[in-house]
């Protein structure tokens, strides 16, 4: 085949149930005679590789690459020197896309250059391999993704779970910090904005599985949190950031309401405290910060 416009990076550890779905959107892609698609099986017990050898027998852009046990982003990195695409793509076991999903993505970024990143908006399902068009059928909820903007994504990833970004910022920014083991593609991310605008798709595009169960899911939230924190810290006196009016308040405002939730909603004191610590660093003179800090994490008051 002529080289692809678009690679595919499917990573799967421990996710049989979801394999055969998968490979089926993305053969169904408008686009596909133009993709190739990656799979890191990265040791998995399950049959993930048995499914996708019957998917390489019949379509040669299909590949499957079976490694020892490695976290989600070494095998992403493992992945983007052996893509050919121009552009490069996340496709998640247990998410799905529309039909013209990767068609109309590469058309978004090849009519923004100065772009690295186009993001969509998604259904939210809760349901195991549900398909964009059941989503669609029965109205699933719409998770719609602001414009971007470099204070809303320093604020939360705005981007989703099925961003598509440009290969060759790779060579530059590097690739996946493997010290993250949650939130390294929001560093990527953060790291490809300091150079470069995103680009917002302002049409659902995409279905995000939403699960207590995933590496991201509300049983991970604290240390999704943490990761997010220790990344957010990191980029706020960045110079793409440094000279934002109010940027520091408005994350320490977005800080103390992670944290406020880790009291509130989770009784969890403990989780709570480097979130509303830090909002006090970035906004030392705010009495309600302040105050929660003394009462709350330091004298234990509910």
């Not at 053969?27 to 993709?35: D, H, I, K, R, W």
């Not at 493992?78 to 799905?96: E, F, V």
């Not at 150079?195 to 595009?205: C, E, F, G, R, Y």
Request: proline share 6%; aromatic share 10%.
């Amino acid at each position: 085949m002529p080289q692809p416009l678009i690679t595919a990076i499917v990573s799967t550890y421990s996710a049989e149930r979801f394999m055969r779905s998968c490979l089926e959107d993305l053969v169904a892609q408008t686009l596909f005679s133009e993709m190739e698609v990656l799979v890191i099986d990265s040791g998995s017990p399950q049959g993930e590789s048995a499914i996708c050898e019957e998917f390489v027998r019949r379509y040669p852009q299909i590949k499957l690459i079976r490694t020892e046990r490695e976290p989600l982003y070494v095998a992403w990195n493992r992945a983007i020197p052996l893509a050919s695409g121009q552009y490069l793509t996340n496709a998640n076991t247990d998410d799905r896309h529309h039909p013209d999903f990767m068609a109309t993505m590469v058309a978004a970024l090849d009519s923004h250059p100065e772009a690295a990143l186009a993001y969509a908006d998604q259904l939210i399902s809760h349901t195991e391999n549900e398909s964009f068009a059941e989503c669609e059928s029965r109205g699933a909820k719409l998770r719609r993704w602001p414009d971007y903007t470099p204070e809303d994504l320093l604020l939360r990833c705005i981007t989703g779970s099925q961003p598509v970004w440009r290969k060759s910022l790779h060579s530059a920014l590097g690739v996946f910090d493997t010290g993250y083991r949650i939130a390294a593609d929001y560093d990527m991310w953060l790291r490809f904005a300091s150079q470069h605008p995103l680009l917002h798709v302002p049409k659902a595009l995409g279905v995000f599985f939403d699960s207590p169960h995933t590496i991201s899911g509300a049983s991970n939230q604290v240390h999704v949190n943490l990761e997010t924190l220790a990344i957010q810290k990191t980029y706020v006196d960045h110079p793409n950031w440094r000279g934002i009016p109010k940027m520091r308040k408005r994350l320490a405002a977005e800080l103390f309401g992670r944290g406020y939730q880790h009291i509130e909603r989770d009784h969890n004191v403990q989780a709570a405290q480097p979130f509303i610590r830090e909002a006090l660093k970035l906004d030392p003179t705010n009495l309600r910060f302040l105050k929660t800090y003394a009462v709350r994490c330091l004298a234990g008051i509910q």
